[in-house]
Nanobody
Framework: VQLVESGGGLVQTGGSLRLSCAAS????????MGWYRQAPEKGRELVAT???????NYADFVKGRFTISRDNAKSTVYLQMNSLKPEDTATYYC?????????WGQGTRVTVSS
C-alpha cells in the first residue's frame, strides 16, 4: 500500500489549498480515508475523515472551512482547505483504514503566513 500526498505549500492567511492523496496497492473504495495533521512540537490530530460510503466527519476547528472528498475511480482523497489560518500550519498526513489495517502517507507540509 502506498499513499502519496501532494498540494501543500505556502499560502497567506485567508487563502486556499487543495491537498490530494493518491492511493495504490489497495482496494481504495473499501477503505475509510482521513486527513490528520501535526504541527511542530504537537501531537498528530484528526482533521477530517470520509468513510467508504462517503460519510464525512470533521474536527471542530475546521468545520465550515475544510471539505474532504474522494474519487474512487482515481483512488484519490482530497482536502479542500479554505480560509486558512496561521494555526493551520502543519504537516498533513493521509490515512487509509480498513479493519485492523491502517496506512499512512509521508505527509505534505502546509504553511500559512500571517
Amino acid at each position: 500500500v502506498q499513499l502519496v500526498e501532494s498540494g501543500g505549500g505556502l499560502v497567506q492567511t485567508g487563502g486556499s489549498l487543495r491537498l490530494s492523496c493518491a492511493a495504490s496497492g489497495m482496494i481504495f473504495s473499501s477503505h475509510h480515508m482521513g486527513w490528520y495533521r501535526q504541527a511542530p512540537e504537537k501531537g498528530r490530530e484528526l482533521v477530517a475523515t470520509i468513510t467508504s460510503g462517503g460519510s464525512t466527519n470533521y474536527a471542530d476547528f475546521v468545520k465550515g472551512r475544510f471539505t474532504i472528498s474522494r474519487d474512487n475511480a482515481k483512488s484519490t482523497v482530497y482536502l479542500q482547505m479554505n480560509s486558512l489560518k496561521p494555526e493551520d500550519t502543519a504537516t498533513y498526513y493521509c490515512n487509509a483504514n480498513y479493519g485492523l489495517y491502517s496506512y499512512w502517507g509521508q505527509g505534505t507540509r502546509v504553511t500559512v503566513s500571517s
